[in-house]
């Protein structure tokens, strides 16, 4: 592309290219194939495979400004909606983009579909539908009388995306950066936004009966206290302990939901404290009481063992 093309980009306000991509792996699942081809964009691109690596460790709405050019993209329910428009183009036009792109996406394919996909691009059909967002997007005025933007607007400012440094990014060539360093000792991003793989239907059930265990602990832990006001020899020990319960395993469906550090240490322990509520408590439960909670426990803490952060993206050509 001539000099006074790419050049004319730069001026005009406008999307130029979009990516749909596996948030775990950085699998490329669609993309526009009618992206411009000068020098700055085709750069620009190179940006796109290096983010794809790092989407499991970003928060879930970001922004990479990369001179002429900003690259925003979302993530949601395991997969990223990447897009690359001029520097001039409004955020709020950017994020609602995306946001069309990820209903649409959502609606048209299920989860099943993207967590068991394997080859590059086998969503590739849905460039169709990004080539007619993006025309409508790149024409504001028929635009504006179609979409309402305001939610959008207050979600961004109360919101606003993530602005990822050209230094977190690191090198192009694949050399480590000084970001690597203070992010692996930091964890500033790593800790606080690191995803956990998607939940699975025995993660599922595992907490709900840690929310029926701690209901139930709760339950009895209140009328642990009425006996004790009642003054009628009842152990306020009891009382301790039926809430220390309900804590455990409210803590566990924490752990399951979220990533922490040391977080199968912090499981296994809240495990201990549940065998010890209830070794304390064998006189007010019987044995096939005693077996649910503690057997509940064990279950829990095995799927949040098994349930991981979402590992480091294959080296896929996005």
């Not at 992206?35 to 495979?49: A, D, L, M, S």
């Not at 922004?63 to 395991?78: A, C, D, R």
């Not at 690191?194 to 239907?201: G, H, I, K, V």
């Amino acid at each position: 592309m001539p000099a006074n093309r790419s050049s004319l980009l730069v001026e005009m306000s406008m999307i130029l290219s979009a990516s749909v991509i596996r948030v775990r792996d950085g699998l490329p699942l669609s993309a526009s194939t009618d992206y411009e081809q000068g020098t700055g964009v085709q750069e620009c691109r190179k940006y796109f495979k290096m983010l794809s690596k790092k989407l499991a460790q970003l928060p879930d709405r970001c922004t990479l400004k990369t001179g002429h050019y900003n690259i925003n993209f979302i993530s949601s329910l395991g997969v990223s909606y990447m897009m690359l428009c001029t520097e001039n183009y409004p955020n709020v036009l950017a994020f609602s983009f995306l946001d069309e792109l990820q209903k649409e996406f959502i609606t048209t394919y299920n989860m099943m579909k993207t967590n068991t996909a394997v080859r590059p691009y086998c969503f590739i059909e849905f460039d169709n539908f990004i080539q007619r967002t993006k025309q409508r997007y790149n024409n504001p005025r028929s635009l504006s009388t179609k979409i309402n933007l305001s939610d959008m607007q207050m979600e961004i400012k109360l919101r606003p995306p993530y602005q990822i440094s050209m230094c977190e990014l690191g090198s192009a060539n694949g050399v480590t950066s000084a970001f690597s360093i203070d992010y692996k000792g930091a964890g500033k991003i790593s800790s606080a936004h690191l995803r956990l793989e998607p939940a699975t239907l025995s993660g599922i059930v595992a907490f709900i009966l840690s929310l029926l265990c701690g209901a139930l602990n709760l339950i009895r832990g209140f009328h642990a206290i009425e006996s004790v006001l009642q003054s009628d020899g009842e152990d306020f020990n009891y009382v301790v302990a039926f809430f220390l319960g309900t804590a455990a395993c409210l803590y566990q469906c924490y752990l399951l939901v979220y990533y922490t550090s040391w977080r199968n240490v912090k499981s296994f322990l809240t495990f201990g404290l549940i065998c010890l509520c209830n070794m304390y408590l064998y006189e007010l439960r019987n044995l096939w009481q005693l077996f649910f909670h503690v057997t509940v426990g064990a279950f829990v803490t095995l799927q949040i063992w098994l349930r991981q952060a979402q590992g480091k993206a294959p080296d896929y050509d996005v």
